[in-house]
């Protein structure tokens, strides 16, 4: 890759979302879509039921959500004509018709997911379906230019690529660094007035935020409700970080009662923090298995955000076919846990912080790296090695040959030499778009540092 196409700022690439031709694609509305590898309104496959699936109804429009919700933020890649990746439109609309197939009703996507593309790419896919059939969220995304004007323009640009008159819940995005931002990003450009104005219009159905941040910014944020009227708030739950939330994130059992009190419906994000509920340690994998042989060690998770009545829909980056088919099977039908079973998990999760892995939840925000950076394989690698015991601190550790090879040929293989931990600069561009809060160029050099150190190593 040319250094002078690599490097190019956040800036510009958010700029770039909002510029551009309208999309234009066939509709084929009611049809059966055609060219798809498998038929998903012809299923036989019986343990994947496309008539069990749990709803639960937003009192505010009386919708019927299903409990499962399209996370868009992680659809699958392919290699474009230029030899980079790009979203496989075709992967996409096979899942998004297996989807609609089996159940699943709510499709939340972002201006900046997938490197910009995700709202084009999944506008693409619903719009083979009939409108009733969906509901489509989306967001503002307007991170580095929250002028009025770029906001608008981004705005009336999710309705172009999302091929759609309406939209059915949309999003302050990512709200929760600071108040400053937030005021600046909504307040005194009078956006969030514009977008309230949208509501009255019914170009909006319900108006939200997305949340990471600290416990005094959700307060302040949420104290608008008297005078917005916020008709659901999506937040961070999971059993780990129910009671145990990490970095500058605020306990999800915190958020969740202060919705509850004031019957605001919740939308569920990172139910899986990132795939690191379902790719656990090896021993508590265990723990889980025992518990329940016939579930896998996802199921547990989302069974764990379903179980809370407030919780309109828990959404999941459903990359592959699957994880989309377990994922059904945990919600159709639904069985939700009781006080015993969320005791043990959250036992679990207390055994799981033992565990030094790093808080990545491959949201993607941090990118593009301008240096090229393959940020989140690079720090999902290294969590992958904790988890399975590959990760040792001396020659003289027993496993310490078999740890070695898997951590440098499993890092060769999952990240690009060119986009590997060794090129950063330490610009620190980054940080601030990471929700978790993680300081990524810190650990770009401890890894770097570790990979080196494997490599000096003599014993083999």
Known sequence: MEKSKKNIGRGEFLTRL?????????????????????????????????????????????????????????????????????????????????????????????????QGHSEEVTGKALSRHRRDSYFIATKMSNFSNYSRENSILMYNRSFELLQVDTIDYYLLHNIGSSVKSFEDRFINNGILDFLIEERKKGKIRNLGWSFHGSKEVFDHILAYHEQVHWDFIQIQMNYSDWQNARGNNVDAEYLYAELEKRNIPVVIMEPLLGGRLSNVPNHIAARLQEQEPERSIASWAFRFVGSYPMVLTALSGMTYEDHLQDNIRTFAPFVPLTDEDKSFLFKTAELMLQYPTIPCNDCKYCMPCPYGLDIPAILLHYNKCVNEGNLTSSPNDENFKKARRAFLVGYDRAVEKERQADHCVGCKQCNEHCPQRIDIPRQMRRIDKYIDELRKSRQF
């Open 18 to 114: 909002g510029v551009g031709t309208a999309v234009t694609a066939a509709a084929f509305v009611g049809c059966k879509p055609s060219g798809v590898k498998f038929d998903p309104y012809d299923v036989d496959d019986d343990d994947v039921p496309t008539d069990k699936m749990e709803y639960r109804t937003n009192h505010n429009t009386g919708d019927k959500v299903s409990i499962l919700g399209y996370g868009c933020m992680r659809w699958p890649m392919t290699k474009g004509d230029n030899g980079r990746d790009v979203v496989d439109q075709e992967a996409v609309n096979e899942l998004v018709d297996y989807a609609l197939a089996h159940g699943v009703n709510y499709f939340d996507t972002s201006p900046v997911y997938c």
